[in-house]
């Protein structure tokens, strides 16, 4: 079945979605921040069938998550390490976290916690405004059009509508 193309449209979340919105690259992600980095390994962890990982493992190469470290020469064995673009990706995963844990964890509480190790303190994700360091939230946050927005839509009504221009 031929999917979506995401990759083009003028929104960073759909772009996003574009690379890494199937279900298993996310968790491919979470065990290469577990320090999983061999194709054996994410397989035996994740349960994922060869192909698919390959697929997986091959598009996060591409697209600069990972990256491959020869290992072995004969026969040649690559291991996946995290690029800093795929380091950079950790705090998506930790908001992931946080919403799973107040929304789906059962009455046992959260699987997994993260530890600071900076301050020693257990911890979760918080999103807070780079200026003024405030949390983040949908009732006091606007969206604008960015210098990125295409000029093709800035003049749409219903688009100007959408992020209140006048």
């Not at 031929?2 to 279900?23: K, N």
């Not at 921040?33 to 990982?53: C, K, P, W």
């Not at 699987?111 to 939230?137: F, K, S, Y």
Request: net charge neutral; hydrophobic share 35%; with cysteine.
């Amino acid at each position: 079945m031929r999917r979506t193309s995401f990759s083009h449209w003028p929104c960073s979340i759909a772009r996003t979605v574009d690379l890494l919105g199937d279900a298993w690259t996310p968790l491919v992600l979470r065990e290469a921040f577990y320090g999983v980095r061999r194709f054996d390994a994410f397989q035996r962890e994740l349960g994922i069938s060869r192909n698919t990982l390959a697929d997986r493992l091959r598009r996060l190469v591409e697209a600069g998550l990972l990256d491959t470290r020869r290992y072995e020469d004969e026969p040649p064995r690559h291991e996946y390490v995290l690029t800093e673009k795929g380091r950079d990706f950790f705090p998506v995963l930790a908001a992931l976290t946080r919403w799973g844990d107040r929304w789906l964890a059962g009455e046992e509480g959260a699987p997994v916690v993260l530890r600071h190790d900076r301050c020693g303190h257990d911890t979760e994700a918080e999103v807070v405004c780079a200026a003024c360091r405030e949390p983040l939230r949908a009732d006091d946050t606007a969206m604008r059009m960015g210098p990125g927005f295409p000029d093709r839509l800035r003049e749409r009504p219903e688009v100007r509508r959408r992020f209140g221009v006048d």
